[in-house]
C-alpha cells in the first residue's frame, strides 16, 4: 500500500499533501499577516514576543529561521542583534517578507528557499533552528526534525511555536467552534479565500498531541526538551538541545 499523509482531514500521497500546501499557502500569502491579525484578535503578536524571549537571540549568533516567510520571527531575533536565515519553501512568503524588510531599511538578513526536510546547509551551522506555525504543515514532520537536528552546532538549541488543543474545557468548546466555522467565514471575507483557511484549521486538529509531538523531538535526538502550553495548550512552545 503506497504511502498516505494527512491534508486537514483528507489522507492524499505525500506528493500531493507538499503541492497542495505550497498552493495554500500561495494563495494566502499578500494577506498572511492581516488574516493572523483578525483570526487571533492580535494575540498571535504577543506569542511570537514570548517566543522569541525564550529562544533568547544573542549578538553573532547564526539563527535559522525555518518556515519564516513573512519575517514576523525573523524581525524580532535581527532587533536582538542574531545573524538570521530567513527560509521557507514558498517563494511568495518569502517575497513578502523581503518586501516589508526592505520598508524597515533591514539589509542584513539572509532569505533562502528551502524545504524543510531537505535542507542544503552544511551539519552545524546554526547555534538555533527556530520554527513558528509552520511544522504542522511539512509533509514529513520526522524528516524536518532531524534536518533541523542535523544543522544545528553541538549546543546548539531548537524552538518551535505551534498551534496545539487547549486542554481548557469551557474555552476547548468554544474555540472549536469559532475555529471550524468563524475562521472560514473570515477568511473569505478578508483574503477571498475559505477553503485555505478551512485547511490550516483542520491541520491543526491533525496534528500530533503535546505529549506526541515532544516525543518527536526527542526521537529526533533532541534532548533537555520542554514544553510550555499557552492558553491551556492552544498554542505551545517546544524546545530540545542538541549535545
Known amino acids: 500500500m503506497s504511502e498516505s499523509v494527512s491534508f486537514g482531514y483528507e489522507e492524499v500521497s505525500p506528493e500531493e499533501k507538499t503541492r497542495r500546501v505550497g498552493d495554500v499557502f500561495s494563495n494566502v500569502a499578500a494577506k498572511y499577516d492581516i488574516m493572523n491579525d483578525a483570526m487571533s484578535g492580535g494575540m498571535h503578536r504577543l506569542w511570537k514576543d514570548r517566543f522569541v524571549r525564550r529562544v533568547k537571540p544573542q549578538p553573532g549568533e547564526q539563527i535559522l529561521d525555518m518556515a519564516g516567510g513573512t519575517g514576523d520571527i525573523a524581525f524580532r531575533m535581527e532587533a536582538c542583534g542574531a545573524d538570521v536565515t530567513v527560509s521557507d519553501i514558498n517563494q511568495e ?11 524597515r531599511g533591514l539589509d542584513s538578513l539572509v532569505w533562502s528557499r528551502q524545504n524543510a526536510e531537505e535542507l542544503t546547509f552544511p551539519s552545524r551551522t ?4 527556530t520554527i513558528a506555525f509552520g511544522i504542522r504543515n511539512v509533509t514529513h514532520i520526522d524528516r524536518a526534525l532531524a534536518e533541523a537536528h542535523r544543522v544545528l552546532k553541538f549546543g546548539g538549541r531548537f524552538f518551535c511555536l505551534e498551534f496545539s488543543t487547549t486542554e481548557w474545557p469551557g474555552f476547548k468548546d ?8 468563524l475562521v472560514p467565514q473570515i477568511g473569505k471575507a478578508v483574503a477571498d479565500d475559505a477553503d485555505s483557511y478551512r485547511y490550516l484549521i483542520e491541520s491543526i486538529r491533525r496534528f500530533p498531541t ?11 535526538g533532541f534532548v533537555r526538551t ?4 499557552i492558553l491551556g495548550g492552544l498554542v505551545a512552545i517546544h524546545s530540545g538541545w542538541k549535545v
Open 93 to 103: 512568503m518569502l517575497d513578502v517578507g523581503i518586501e516589508r524588510a526592505m520598508k
Open 126 to 129: 546554526f547555534d538555533a533552528y
Open 174 to 181: 468554544a474555540y472549536d467552534f469559532y475555529s471550524h466555522k
Open 210 to 220: 503535546m505529549p506526541e509531538f515532544e516525543q518527536m523531538i526527542r526521537d529526533a
Open 226 to 229: 520542554r514544553v510550555e502550553p
